[in-house]
Nanobody
Framework: QVQLVESGGGLVQAGGSLRLSCAASGRTFRSYAMGWFRQAPGKEREFVATITWNGGSTYYSESVKGRFTISRGNAKNTVYLQMNSLKPEDTAVYYC???????????????WGQGTQVTVSS
């Protein structure tokens, strides 16, 4: 069992930056691939980024590539999402998730956090 708690969301102006954190409980954290997803009002949950269990590989959606960076600190049981050059269209609730392998498909993840709101003003 893994419990995930996101933090770091907030209100930021376009062009600004935020760093999201996802703290995981459980000694098995380092065996999981981790992903970040987001969901805007009235839209489906959307893949943002994912990272392998050891941090060796990362994958991004085209909409955030070059602006967002996913990383993890297994010693701290935490995964991060550094978001730079934020745009109003990045506004959404951001969720972290844990799964057996990195994927852009939400249904392949086993555990989810409660989400953190990110709002980007123009």
């Amino acid at each position: 069992q893994v419990q995930l708690v996101e933090s770091g969301g907030g209100l930021v102006q376009a062009g600004g930056s935020l760093r999201l954190s996802c703290a995981a409980s459980g000694r098995t954290f380092r065996s999981y691939a981790m992903g970040w997803f987001r969901q805007a009002p009235g839209k489906e949950r959307e893949f943002v980024a994912t990272i392998t269990w050891n941090g060796g590989s990362t994958y991004y959606s085209e909409s955030v590539k070059g602006r967002f960076t996913i990383s993890r600190g297994n010693a701290k049981n935490t995964v991060y999402l550094q978001m730079n050059s934020l745009k109003p269209e990045d506004t959404a609730v951001y969720y972290c998730a844990a799964g057996s392998s990195p994927s852009s498909t939400p249904g392949l993840y086993d555990y989810w956090g409660q989400g953190t709101q990110v709002t980007v003003s123009s």
